[in-house]
Structure formats: C-alpha cells, structure tokens
C-alpha cells in the first residue's frame, strides 16, 4: 500500500493523479484537515504536525509515503527523513516528496529560465522551489509570491467565484510582471484552479501540472527501486484498481462531499476519522 498525506483535501488532486498512473496498487490517503491549514503554521509546528502523519503510516507497516503536501514536503520533510529514515528499524521506509519532481520538471519545460512558483506562506519563505531549481541550473531564475487567501477559498468551494478570480489576479500581478514562461502551482489545493491560472496568465505561460508531475515521478522511482515495489500491495492486472482508503482528522462527511464533487473520488462509507 502507498500512503498519500497532505494537509487537507488538496492532495486529493495527487492522489488521483497516481490512481490514474498506476491503478493498480492500494492507496492510503491521510488529510489532517482538523489542523489545515499548514502554510501560515512555523516551521517547527509544521515539522511536529507532519510527524504525527509519518508515525501514523509507519504504525500502518506503509512501506512507500508521499508528502503530497507542498508545505509539509518544504518545511518537515528535510527534517524527518534526517529523524527517521536513516535509523536501523525504518531503513526499509521511504518517504518522497512534491517539491524534487516538480522542480525537475520546470527546469525541464522552461526556456527562458525564468520560473515563478506561487504557494503558501511558509513553502515560499522556505525557497525550498528555488533550492532544487538551482541544483539543477543555477542560471534559472525563481520569483515566488505567497498566495494565503487561496487554499481556503478552495476548501471552501469558492474557487471559481469571482471573488477568488479577483483574488488570485491580484496574487498574479507581480508574476506577470516577472515574465517567467513556467508557473509551478506549489500547493496542492491549486490544480483545482488550474483553468483560472491558464485563463489569467494566457498561453506565453505554462502552468505546471504537478499532480501528473508527482505521479510520473513516483511511476519511474518504482521501476528503479524494484525493493521498495515488491513490497506494496497491488493487483497483477494493472487494469484492475486497487483498495483505496480514505482518512481524515476531522468532518468525514465534509471531505467526501469535497472528494465527490471536485474530484470524483471517495465515497461517504469509506471515509474514516482517524487520531494524529
């Protein structure tokens, strides 16, 4: 089984990104939505919230998580996997995060080297998008802007009001202003948006699906990493889905209503509300 955290119900888009990738094997999705959200949080509440989720896999016996969540994935996960995955009685765990595949992927679709990646507060303070676009070409240039009101008109289902349009032009401005021909949408609650960005910023900018991102890059770390995929549960017919199970830390009825209409999956008797 793959484990799928995020903070809320953005990291639902990722998860469907890796059930359409890769339908055979069972998921384990985790939305800690009673503390979401994350992005406004300090580094240090940040780290503590996101071990909580890791414990939770590991009593699980999940043998491969993904930190869907942007915030979590800049913020704690550095931290966690220099905690945790390095001492003797988890070496056989691993945990990936959002922010090394999507930054490879940008750096890959840019021509102008210029890149903007607009997020919440704490994953744009961290620059952990400028970091890894730097190892990759330290000439690429990165401008990122803090987009805070934006993940809870989202979970709100505000996302195509004209209040979040007005809202997320204002975000925008300072990017149009850069020119960068790649937008990294560093948070997971953003794909939702997806058209809205395409529609403000037109076709010179190409923003980035990170969802696909992350399931594309979890899709080639499981043909390099035969070990860690002969541990995971799955179908051998790869057209036949997998279990999938949902879990929440608050409002089970909220997040399948969230799940169902935004992005077609989940159901109300799956949904479980589990303790951090």
């Known amino acids: 089984m793959i484990g799928i955290f995020d903070s809320g119900y953005g990291g639902l888009t990722v998860l469907k990104a890796c059930i359409k990738a890769l339908p ?39 043998p491969l998580t993904i930190f869907a969540c942007n915030t979590a994935s800049a913020a704690a996960l550095p931290y966690l996997q220099e905690k945790y995955l390095r001492t003797p009685n988890v070496t056989n765990k691993k945990v990936l995060g ?8 940008a750096a890959r679709r840019t021509r102008n080297k210029r890149i903007a990646v607009i997020g919440t507060r704490a994953t744009i303070a961290s620059k952990a998008y400028e970091k890894e676009l730097h190892k990759i070409d330290p000439s690429i240039r990165v ?28 975000y925008l401005a300072p990017v149009k ?33 990170s969802s696909t991102a992350v399931a594309d890059s979890l899709a080639d770390y499981l043909k390099r990493h035969p070990e860690i995929e002969s541990q995971l549960t799955k179908n051998a017919d790869p057209s036949k889905p997998g279990t999938r199970i949902f879990t929440c830390t608050d409002s089970p009825e909220r997040f399948s209503e969230f799940a169902k209409k935004f992005l077609g999956i989940g159901d109300a008797t799956t949904v479980q509300k589990v303790q951090l």
């Open 24 to 62: 055979q094997y069972d998921y384990l999705y985790l939305g800690d939505n009673l503390r979401v959200p994350y992005g406004s949080r300090s580094p240090e509440t940040i780290q503590q919230f996101s071990e909580d989720a890791l414990k939770f896999f590991f009593n699980k016996k999940i």
């Open 98 to 105: 959002v922010i090394i595949p999507v930054a490879e992927k």
């Open 143 to 170: 401008f990122g802007v803090a987009a805070p009101l934006l993940t809870p008109l989202i979970e709100e289902g505000w996302h195509h009001k004209p209040e979040a349009r007005s809202i997320l032009k204002k």
């Open 177 to 209: 202003d850069f020119a960068p021909d790649v937008l990294i949408l560093g948070c997971t609650h953003y794909p939702i948006m997806h058209d809205v960005f395409e529609d403000i910023l037109g076709p010179r900018v190409h923003v980035l699906d």
